[in-house]
């Protein structure tokens, strides 16, 4: 059962853009939303994460955006970079102990 | 400096056969974890140790042991391999009850 979708599932930007990927959960019981990039052969890096406490948080061109009412989250990569070419896996948790990852988005920065 | 390290990186074995994989952080984390990372990446919590007392085992066939020596390491112990364990494995680590969990390089399975 998944408890964390994520959207899209692949995503073609061109270098200068802005990324968006989207990710939605029902657990309201989830206080814990990290953002995690991962490339070829690498485990996951931790990016980003957010806390229901707030609406948004911002780390250099990385923002998460989150919107409690409607159990929504969602990733903005400003200025996207080749080198920003991954795959980006959001994820919940509430146990403090186990993440439940969403399905990934494989993000392609063309030049 | 690696954070947290895992042995083998590739593994390659037959079916039936037993596997164990290491992991180890240098942290100086309470709690880690093992995943499984499918053909379609999909990253699911497989076990969860903290202080070496096991605390998450996600439905996970028996087949499956971890083994935590100390605060350190965790090691996956697999019997009787079956061709659907073939996947990436990646162990982890936190703080305890600290939500920011660093993940391992990845251990490759291939059962033929």
């Keep these: 059962q998944q408890q964390v979708k994520q959207s899209p599932q692949s995503l073609i930007v061109q270098k200068g853009g802005i990324s968006i990927i989207n990710c939605a959960y029902e657990n309201t019981a989830f206080d814990y939303f990290p953002w995690y990039q991962q490339f070829p052969g690498k485990g996951p890096a931790l990016l980003i994460a957010i806390r229901p406490d707030v609406s948004e948080k911002k780390e250099g061109r990385f923002t998460i955006s989150f919107n409690k009412s409607a159990k929504q989250f969602s990733l903005h990569i400003m200025d996207s970079q080749p080198g920003d070419s991954a795959t980006y896996f959001c994820a919940a948790s509430s146990s403090g102990y186990a993440l439940n990852f969403g399905k990934g988005t494989s993000l392609l920065v063309t030049p | ?112």
């Design chain 2, 1 to 112: 400096d690696t954070a947290v390290s895992q042995t083998p990186k590739y593994l390659v074995t037959q079916m039936g056969n037993d596997k164990s994989i290491k992991c180890e952080q240098n942290l100086g984390h309470d709690t880690m974890y093992w995943y499984k990372q499918d053909s379609k990446k999909f990253l699911k919590i497989m076990f969860s140790y903290n202080n070496k007392e096991l605390i998450i085992n996600e439905t996970v066939p028996n087949r499956f042991s971890p083994k935590s020596p100390d605060k350190a390491h965790l090691n996956l112990h697999i019997n009787s391999l079956e061709l659907g364990d073939s996947a990436v494995y990646f162990c982890a680590s936190s703080r305890n009850r600290v939500h920011e969990q660093y993940f391992g390089p990845g251990t490759r399975l291939t059962v033929t």
